[in-house]
Antibody
Framework: EVQLLESGGGLVQPGGSLRLSCAAS????????MTWVRQAPGKGLEWVSA????????YYADSVKGRFTISRDNSKNTLYLQMNSLRADDTAIYYC??????????????WGQGSLVTVSS | NFMLTQPHSVSESPGKTVTISCTGS????????VQWYQQRPGSAPTTVIY?????PSGVPDRFSGSIDSSSNSASLTISGLKTEDEADYYC?????????FGGGTKLTVL
């Protein structure tokens, strides 16, 4: 059974940093691309970032480019999102999701339960 | 920028059929796969359609997806509506660089 468990969310001040983790199990982690999607309170889904199975290729939404870094540790079956220079509009639930083999041609097959990030002073 | 436009809300009675549209702003929506996600209140999204018209295991065949190139749109059709289908539905595709989500459609089953 595929399981994705996010952690690392919390309250952070504007300008601060936070690292989210997503522990994966139930599938061959290295084989699949992974992605982060967020949802601000009362709003729709917004794509944030994605990474290839090997970790060699990364993708970012313009809204987070230069501030967020996606990475993965295939030896630990874990996906990360390092978030720096956080702003109030980064406040959201952050979901990790398992993709297919390639980010460009696949959607999310499985989703985690999400981790809430609140940016406020 | 490529955008996907969905109706804000739709409503229908139990047992009926509803179709939710997702219209691409430019280019050809058929150029990249469209996915549909269901999100019930307070829950994470789940996938109900991938690669335009494929159902993940466990998703009932009451859910179907299609592409209409003439209107540059994708559609999610839910037949035999049940109260448990009441949720927000999002379409998603790829614009050559990034993922793009539609704004979401709130389905009310009443």
């Amino acid at each position: 059974e595929v399981q994705l468990l996010e952690s690392g969310g919390g309250l952070v001040q504007p300008g601060g940093s936070l690292r989210l983790s997503c522990a994966a199990s139930g599938f061959s982690f290295i084989t699949y691309a992974m992605t982060w999607v967020r949802q601000a309170p009362g709003k729709g889904l917004e794509w944030v970032s994605a990474v290839s199975g090997s970790g060699d290729t990364t993708y970012y939404a313009d809204s987070v480019k230069g501030r967020f870094t996606i990475s993965r540790d295939n030896s630990k079956n874990t996906l990360y999102l390092q978030m720096n220079s956080l702003r109030a509009d980064d406040t959201a639930i952050y979901y990790c999701a398992k993709l297919g083999y390639k980010f460009e041609t696949s959607g999310a097959g499985y989703w985690g339960q999400g981790s809430l990030v609140t940016v406020s002073s | 920028n490529f955008m996907l436009t969905q109706p804000h809300s739709v409503s229908e009675s139990p047992g009926k059929t509803v179709t939710i549209s997702c219209t691409g702003s430019s280019g050809s929506i058929a150029s990249n796969y469209v996915q549909w996600y269901q999100q019930r209140p307070g829950s994470a999204p789940t996938t109900v359609i991938y690669e335009d018209n494929q159902r993940p295991s466990g998703v009932p065949d009451r859910f179907s997806g299609s592409i209409d190139s003439s209107s540059n749109s994708a559609s999610l059709t839910i037949s035999g509506l049940k109260t448990e289908d009441e949720a927000d539905y999002y379409c998603q595709s790829y614009d050559g660089t990034n993922w793009v989500f539609g704004g979401g459609t709130k389905l009310t089953v009443l």
